[in-house]
């Protein structure tokens, strides 16, 4: 049964002061040369048309279970069992990269929590913090779960020929051992180690400890 959404067409408990996209957004200082790069398929993204609007496998749940540590924030939960592999939906938000023109320009997007890689060698990245879609609210399974049940991974999309990325249930691998997520359990990927020694180390809190 498809997710239940309000009358504006948002997903149920999307919060009310941040833009809600349903394709992405480019930042207005992307250099040419990036934008080309973005618009070109990479070879090992899978192509992928996500469909827009509110995805029906999964819904935002504000966390209230004390020991949750996102307790008071939300998760994206699934609605339904999901198979090893399955796509879920695209990470949208708002595509960026250093500018050549103007490289000592302030970083807006540094100090994100949303802000996901797409193209190391660029320094592109996609940040939902101003705004997104529901993957913005998938947690780190660090304190959460064993290990995480789903992955990001680049997507080409052949309409609109743009690079972005989605997210998918972890796949069965080489040792067959990827599970499928099942209805009601959390979505949660791994930011990796760099996300969070990054936040030790804007707290003042020595990296490693
Ligand atoms: C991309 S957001 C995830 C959605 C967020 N929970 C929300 O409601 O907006 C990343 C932020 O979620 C929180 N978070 C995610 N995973 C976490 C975890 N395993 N432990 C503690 N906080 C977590 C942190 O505050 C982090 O900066």
């Known amino acids: 049964m498809p997710q239940k959404s309000d009358t504006h067409g948002l997903p149920k408990n ?3 002061h941040t833009p809600y996209l349903t394709t992405q957004s480019f930042s207005p200082t992307l250099d040419q040369a990036v934008a080309a790069s973005l618009r070109t398929r990479p070879k090992d993204a899978q192509d992928i048309t996500a469909a827009k609007g509110p995805c029906a496998l999964v ?7 004390p020991t949750h540590p996102a307790c008071g924030q939300a998760g994206l939960f ?7 592999g399955t796509f879920i939906l695209q990470y949208l938000g708002v595509v960026h990269a ?13 100090e994100s929590n949303y802000d996901l890689s797409l193209d190391r060698e660029l320094g592109a990245c996609i ?13 780190d399974y660090r304190g959460i779960g064993n290990r995480p049940n789903a992955e990001f991974k680049e997507i080409w999309d052949p309409r609109k020929r743009e690079r972005g990325m989605g997210v998918w249930v972890l796949g069965e691998g080489k040792s067959g051992k990827g599970k499928a997520i ?10 990796g180690r760099g996300f969070w020694d990054g936040r030790k180390s804007a707290e003042g809190t020595p990296v490693g400890s």
């Open 14 to 16: 999307w919060p009310s």
């Open 59 to 65: 819904k935002i749940t504000p966390i209230s279970t």
């Open 78 to 84: 699934a609605v339904r069992d999901l198979k090893p």
């Open 98 to 110: 250093p500018s050549t023109a103007a490289p000592e320009k302030r970083d807006l997007h540094a």
């Open 127 to 139: 940040d939902a913090d101003a705004m997104g879609n529901e993957a913005r609210f998938i947690n």
């Open 182 to 191: 099942r209805k009601g359990e959390e979505i949660l990927v791994s930011y």
